[in-house]
């Protein structure tokens, strides 16, 4: 049995309001369960938000929460029944726990679990802690030749597979993806991991259009002025689309993007929402109909994808290292936040607590 005496934590208490706290160490209370040192976390655009606005929709920070949910970490202690990992063991951390008795669990679809405790979404802690309590089936044990780093962004590209997966993609499909940011890029690498034929990448930004061409896109579209109906069209044609794009992903929640991507698809084509943005917009819903549109959601992840993850990783199937820009000591966590909030770099990581030992 180990004995620690702090647990460091970077602690969410208001608006604006991080603290470090020495929150007392958790505990391995089921037999199931593994103690993990946190050895890496990339910074999420939600955990920006409730630091900078206090809430998600309706999820509000009403007690102070630790932040973090992209984390990797080491095996420290193992619970009396634990048989797929050891102590020493790298792993990525799944960091929601659902309660594994309801029908939507039982289907498989735990990420729809009305009982789910999710790291970093209030009232839940994060993982932004020198330790961290998971059940051993959400930790993923990581080959050698896959790094704590990667093991970390296995979740935004848990993500991205979860995205993809819902459009029921096929080989040789044409596929947009409105917003370029992490969970657009990782969408394009999935896309292209999956065969699509054409990868288009569309954001406002054109720094943000470069990378995406240099990681996955196939070709890059910056959308100028016009009617969303009249944007698509431009896109079909440069992009030589025929009657339109197979498969439409925002990744951006901006409602000209959203507009534009029903125009942009085929009839009969697939239309995937993963980007939260205002609550609620003005839709094409008369072309989504005549289409015939496929319209799904898309939240977080479910049974399968980080195994999915994993192995695009493994295989040198999607590069994430390539989106990795930058990353911070654990002591620099507020300034890691500020980096991000300013739009710099494209995934931040910050290390584990090793400094307080
Ligand atoms: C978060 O951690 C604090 C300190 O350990 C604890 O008091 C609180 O109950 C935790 N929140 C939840 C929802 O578990
Ligand atoms: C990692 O190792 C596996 C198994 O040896 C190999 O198949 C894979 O190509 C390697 N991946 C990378 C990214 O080097
Ligand atoms: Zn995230
Ligand atoms: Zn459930």
Redesign the pocket.
Known sequence: MLIYNQ?I?FVLRGINDVAF?N??M?KIDDPYDVLLQVEMTGICGSDVHYWSNGRIGPFVVE????LGHESAGIVVEVGAKVRSLKVGDRVAMEPGISCRRCTRCKEGNYNLCAEM?FAAT????GTLAQYYVLPEDMCYKLPENVSLEEGAMLEPLSVAVHIVRQTNIKHSDSVVVFGAGPVGLLCCAVAKAHGASKIIAVDIQKSRLEFAKSFAATSTFEPGSGSAQEKAQQLIQENDLGSGADIAIDASGAAPAIQMAIHVLRHGGSYVQGGMGSDEIAFPIVAACTKEITFRGSFRYSSGDYESALHMVAGGRVNVKELITGSFAFEEAEQAFQYVKDGKGIKVLIEGAHFFH
Do not use: L
Request: aromatic share 6%.
């Open positions: 647990n934590s706290e929150r007392p958790p007690e102070p929460m630790v405790a209030p009232p839940y802690n």
